[in-house]
DNA sequence: GCGGCTTTCCAACCTAGGTTAAGGTCATCT
DNA sequence: AGATGACCTTAACCTAGGTTGGAAAGCCGC
């Protein structure tokens, strides 16, 4: 199960522009960039920190985080491969928050001038890099309607059907049962609550027959009920290619 | 009290690059395009709409929200004069969200190849206008943190003080005190609570004496309690001007 | 196979905030 | 002046979720 980027991202920018054979060979030409590690729990990039490369998860999962002097910790975005964790944070001076690995993550250091110079040579890819920031937006907006008025069973399901969505995108979980590596600590600061009530909430969804868990996998048994349960409105992932008739011009 | 563009917009523009006399004219062109108006509570557009202009707030608060099936309802943003609703939205086909006027808003409407003409012509604006996006999303994950880690005085805490320096980054609240006109409601529906709790947890912070709230207006008695109290970090939003560097060599 | 992790699970108890319902205040309209 | 309607305020009661403190079960290196 090696991802490499010309799979994971193309296959996510496709959704979203209609890319040339050119343009998947420019795609794949940033795995000339430099391959970093990290091991799961360490900081790809930590608060104040002064952003100086582009990082583009090639595998595994990682998060956004910030934390509250009183220790208190919230995961504000998750990223699995193909994404970009701070495609343009770099133009920011002094990072506002960390960027954590959740499993062992494999990422592209990109120097800015590639990813500018990429987005000149090809502007379609810019458009579908533009497009995937205002969807990362939108996600950002869905997870403020979950914390702010859903309640435990509703923020889990919802987390659960769009991470789902997210890992299918890039050709990861055809079959309803993907890798999910969040410990239920991590889910509970995702999802604004406590460890003993993400569990307690878990076990209900489990018992439900909603969703199989184990230890690092995540198996959608009712993919329907689940979302009904969540309110999952697919319509902030833009996942319906409706970039093509925008590109249609190009 | 008559905000005009050249005022809020480039005010707040200056806090991230510095701008010539000829960037101050590009923006003040922007005013040749319509000037829409709404009543307070009317939407400036609603979820599902297709964007067709992007709309630049000139007086008057807006916010962005989210409904959920079951009526419950988030805001997810607030739009104070001179802030873009929706800058880049247009790009995707349908809107994830809704905007919607809280005072009397009046708001340029202006076509996006005007943006695009104004972000080539003047790259200084451009870097600008890419550096407040970024703002913006920077805004979304603290809202992030405060819901899903603050309490309910802490909650109100963060958010007068974060509206009290975007206001006055646009000049309006040099005192301490300025026009806030949300409702209670408002409130419950930014920090995630119920009316009741709202109005109860104002009730305290106004006999500790940290704010004056009345009708239409906020007044910041202490600041420094009160941010201590939200646990405040101004860093999110990014107005220390750090852009100068990034532009001394353009 | 052992010791020390991390993670999951469980139960008893508690509190922040939700719910419901009723007044009160103020501005506007007739 | 009275009526209307939008907000704000208060009180009594209730519940979803937090807290605390363990115990069991996997997993990892040695």
Redesign the interface.
């Known amino acids: 199960m090696t991802m490499t980027i010309d799979h994971a991202l193309g296959r996510k920018l496709e959704r979203f522009a209609r890319l040339s054979e050119e343009d998947h060979r420019a795609l794949r030409r940033l795995r000339e960039a430099p391959l970093r590690e990290v091991e799961p729990r360490a900081d790809l990039i930590a608060e104040?920190d002064e952003p100086a490369v582009v990082r583009l998860s090639e595998s595994g999962w990682a998060c956004?985080y910030?934390h509250?002097?009183?220790g208190?910790?919230?995961i504000?975005?998750l990223f699995v491969p193909g994404d970009f964790c701070d495609l343009?944070?770099y133009?920011?001076?002094?990072l506002?928050?960390s960027i954590g690995a959740i499993s062992k993550v494999r990422y592209y250091a990109l120097p800015p001038h590639m990813i500018e110079e990429l987005v000149h040579d090809r502007p379609r890819i810019g458009?579908a890099l533009?497009?995937n920031e205002?969807?990362q937006?939108?996600i950002?907006?869905?997870?403020?309607?979950t914390?702010?008025?859903?309640n435990a069973r509703e923020r889990l399901a919802n987390l659960f059907v769009e991470m789902f969505h997210r890992v299918r995108s890039i050709g990861l979980a055809g079959d309803g049962k993907f890798e999910f590596p969040l410990t239920q600590t991590d889910l509970a600061?995702?999802?604004?609550m406590t460890p003993v009530h993400t569990n307690r909430t878990i076990q209900e969804l489990r018992q439900e027959g909603l969703i199989d868990m184990d230890r690092r996998h995540l198996g959608i048994c009712d993919l329907a009920a689940l979302s009904r349960l969540a309110?999952f409105n697919a319509?902030?992932l833009?996942l319906d290619r409706?970039g093509e008739?925008?590109d249609a011009a190009n």
Do not use: C, F
């Open positions: 104040g956004r910030k509250l002097p009183n208190r910790r919230q504000v975005g343009n944070v133009i920011l001076r002094h506002d928050h458009k533009l497009w205002l969807v937006a939108s950002q907006r869905e997870w403020l309607l914390l702010g008025q859903r600061d995702t999802t604004g309110m319509g902030y833009h409706e008739t925008l």
